[in-house]
């Protein structure tokens, strides 16, 4: 499952991982693990991959390495932006070494595009970084949902990843100082689909004027389905106003 992307901020996927486990409250509403059920099927691409449980489908824990789309990114010649892995986590404990470093190689052979990678794994991030040869044109993120959560900044930080970007998406609380010391990016985002949390305006712009602050590219995504269902009663919402940045080239 690779091919073009209505995702924001990139402009195609690329798998050659699938599957997951959720690891914290972000993956609540997880929409790969959505998306992934409904191919779960016999014979379908994420055949074992998810379960259906009683408060709907969830990753089954396993996970599968897509050896035959490893170079796919070779066979696309026109330059693009890469989001690598969205129907899983490159550094999900699963995936071996030896196989994210195989990755990784495809992505410095290919090196006319911007390849994307997200994970929420920071601690195994920090742990194989000094094995992996960074390239330039990786950029590496962690998703942060809450300041619980932002500990994986500070692994991103200390990784040896070249570019570095967060994803704070969904966010569902408050970060009133987020240390963009050697963050080259923000992405800020609400939840979307069925049961969507609510994001407040002050969460977003308290962000949003930290990075201006410190001259860090921020690029407001979505409100989305909770704003469109629950629309504020006092507090003005100008999207135009918080969308102030545009992503590092």
Not at 28 to 33: D, L
Not at 43 to 54: A, C, D, I, Q, V
Not at 221 to 236: E, G, H, I, M, Y
């Amino acid at each position: 499952m690779s091919g073009n992307s209505t995702i924001e901020w990139t402009e195609k996927v690329w798998n050659p991982v699938r599957g997951c486990s959720r690891v914290s409250p972000g993956c609540e509403h997880c929409y790969a693990e959505r998306l992934a059920h409904r191919f779960s099927k016999k014979g379908l691409p994420f055949e074992g991959l998810t379960k259906k449980t009683s408060k709907g489908p969830r990753w089954s824990g396993k996970i599968k390495l897509v050896t035959n789309d490893l170079k796919k990114p070779l066979s696309w010649k026109k330059p693009q932006y890469i989001f690598v892995n969205s129907m899983s986590d490159l550094f999900h404990e699963k995936v071996p070494l030896e196989y994210i470093l195989e990755v990784f190689s495809v992505m410095r052979q290919a090196h006319w595009h911007v390849f994307q990678i997200l994970t929420k794994r920071s601690e195994r991030l920090l742990e194989l970084s000094p094995k992996i040869d960074w390239p330039p044109n990786v950029w590496m993120g962690v998703s942060v949902e809450n300041k619980k959560h932002t500990f994986r900044i500070d692994d991103l930080r200390i990784s040896n990843a070249q570019i570095k970007f967060l994803s704070v998406e969904p966010l569902l609380g408050e970060i009133n100082h987020i240390k963009l010391k050697g963050i080259d990016w923000v992405i800020v985002g609400g939840e979307s689909g069925i049961g969507a949390r609510p994001m407040e305006t002050d969460w977003v712009r308290k962000v949003r004027d930290q990075c201006v602050s410190e001259k860090v590219p921020f690029f407001f995504k979505q409100w989305r389905d909770f704003l469109l269902r629950n629309p504020p009663k006092s507090v003005a919402v100008d999207l135009d106003e918080l969308d102030c940045g545009v992503p590092i080239m």
